[in-house]
């Protein structure tokens, strides 16, 4: 009989399920959107408190909320129904808890991980962090908004509780999503539970010019393309990808893959040490609700274009070195080259070492360095299935925002994440990559223009932009000092997990 580690160090071939019936019993016990994210347009992150209920008053709860819980196997089914007969997947329901509603509960067994036990308020708060993958090199911490300056009036009002558990409901139908909420509110009042807010995530997506997903691609409020770096686990989805990449690598020659999108399962998914099955799993979740400010970011933009010189036909560059791709998702490192207008993810830096086409803190290199076989690197990486806040004006055309609608706030990016180790994957990346002025070493990189949250300080590298394009400026490098400020800040959020369906519908033994 394998054991859950050797499940989980394969890519998963979930449509020969006779062949594996382990498999099988795993993703019927997993929750939905850790192996693929649901897709949805419209969904409610319900927040709960369990202050003053009774042990027993919680495990009946949770074994309520189990009844409505979308499984992986679930999804995917639905997934494939969508695929051959645009059958509509309908809602998708998850269940997370927080260490402090595991200890409410009075779990025996709570998932080990120890940034999970502390919670994101503690450890955002904490100067420097160790990372046991780097022993013995403190490194500066998250440096988090403190939480009496987080949102006010939902479930991060500073002075409230902190959340014990969410609920979060995805559907393409609105209507469907907010009736749901509500008979979901009902149920936790009659538990005896306390809602202490809702946040409501909305999709914003642009019709796309070329082919591309019928609903459009998804953009988030700076107007870029999101989510188009993923790792993949399906092997039904590495086939897919590779098919439709394979064909451009060989017209260029270039070595194939320049970057390895499928990564084990085991790298986001653990053994739920409270399951009720055999092969019960679970994961970690990071939930961040980021406040953006797009009239910021968009003048910041503009300025760094002039700064740089860019032509005006080109202005669209000085984002792009921020972000490390254009808005339609093209890498910045690879305009100019044939595959330029192509949101590729096969891309890596190894033509660019000192940063002169992609800068080192361009978001998405600082995110993900993308160094040729580096495992240390590659283990940070995380299933990222987050979604925007916030409603926009778009354009009569659907092509894009209203440029005439550039809010300050009550926008942003509710950032979510699946890991298996929210230090070293998480933090990892937030406070040790795009927080630190002095990664990657020696670059003199300065801390990501778009999470970053270290101030940069006067006189810190993070002023000098090069756009060394050899498709701008007759080959001449362009350069311009300047301090493109962060546009984005933490409003609330915390750590939870998602634990196996088993678990939720007996919490107590
Ligand atoms: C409002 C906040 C954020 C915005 C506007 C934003 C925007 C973007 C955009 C436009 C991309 C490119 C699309 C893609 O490659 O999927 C991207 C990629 C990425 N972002 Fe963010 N992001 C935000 C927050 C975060 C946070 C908090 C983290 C983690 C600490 C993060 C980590 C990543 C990673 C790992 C990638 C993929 C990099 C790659 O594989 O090349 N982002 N983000």
């Known amino acids: 009989m394998p054991t859950i580690a050797a499940i989980l160090s394969r890519h998963i071939e979930w449509t020969k399920w006779t062949d594996d019936p382990e498999m099988m019993a795993l993703l019927s016990d997993l929750q939905a959107n850790i192996l693929k994210g649901h897709g949805r347009d419209h969904t409610a992150n319900v927040f709960i408190s ?19 819980v979308t499984s992986a196997l679930d999804q995917l089914r639905a997934a494939a129904a969508f695929k051959s007969a645009g059958i509509s997947g309908g809602r998708v329901v998850c269940v997370f808890l927080s260490a402090k509603g595991y200890a409410k509960l009075g779990a025996k067994s709570v998932p080990s991980d120890v940034a999970f036990r502390d919670g994101m308020r503690v450890r955002g708060r904490m100067d420097p962090l160790n990372f046991a993958s780097l022993p013995g090199v403190p490194l500066p911490g998250l440096n988090d908004e403190p939480d009496t300056l987080w949102e006010a009036g939902g479930p991060w009002a500073p002075g409230k509780a902190v959340p014990d558990a969410m609920v979060l409901v995805a559907d393409d139908d609105p209507g469907l999503v907010a009736d749901a909420t509500s008979s979901l509110k009902t149920a936790i009042a009659d538990a ?33 393309v999101d989510g188009r770096s993923q790792p993949l686990f399906l092997q039904e989805d590495i086939d897919e990808n590779k098919k439709a990449e394979e064909p451009k690598a060989i017209v260029a020659g270039d070595p194939w893959p320049l970057w390895e999108e499928s990564f084990l399962p085991s790298q986001f998914i ?8 055999k092969f019960g799993c679970g994961s970690y979740f990071v939930y961040r609700k980021l406040e953006q400010n ?20 080109d202005r669209e560059r000085a984002g792009a070195l921020a972000v490390g791709r254009f808005e339609d998702g093209t890498p910045v490192v690879l305009r100019g080259q044939p595959v330029s207008g192509d949101p590729t993810n096969n891309f890596n830096y190894d033509g660019d070492p000192g940063g002169q086409l992609c800068p080192f803190r361009g978001h ?9 076989g580096d495992e240390f690197e590659r283990r940070r990486i995380m299933a990222r299935r987050g979604i925007t ?3 926009r004006q778009a354009r009569p055309d659907g092509a894009d925002f209203n440029e005439d609608d550039r809010p ?16 070293e994957q998480f933090e990892f990346t937030q406070a ?26 006067p006189g810190t590298p993070n002023t000098a932009w090069i756009d060394g394009h050899p498709a701008i400026g007759g080959g001449t490098a362009l350069t311009a000092d300047y301090d493109f400020k962060t546009a984005v800040r933490l409003i609330g959020g915390d750590y939870f997990f998602a634990p196996s369906i088993s678990f939720l519908q007996q919490p107590l033994p």
């Open 364 to 372: 998405i290199r600082k995110t993900n360095p993308r160094t040729a």
């Open 432 to 457: 040790a990559w795009a927080g630190n002025v002095d990664f990657p070493p020696g670059s003199s990189a300065g801390i990501d223009p778009v999470i970053g949250q270290r101030a940069n300080t």
């Open 270 to 277: 653990v053994a739920d040490p409270a399951a009720r099955t």
């Open 294 to 313: 797009v009239e910021a970011f968009k003048r910041r933009e503009r300025q760094l274009g002039g700064w740089l010189q860019e032509p005006v036909a």
């Open 50 to 68: 369990f202050d003053g209920m009774k042990e027993t008053e919680i495990s009946a709860l949770l074994t309520d909320l189990s009844f409505a």
């Open 389 to 391: 806040f916030g409603e």
């Open 192 to 224: 005896g539970a306390q809602v202490l807010g809702v946040d409501i995530g909305l999709a914003q997506r642009r019709r796309q010019e070329r082919g591309g997903p019928t609903k459009g691609e998804g953009i988030e409020h700076f107007g870029y």
């Open 408 to 423: 300050s706030g009550g926008v942003g990016l509710i950032f979510m994440a699946y890991m298996n180790d929210i230090n």
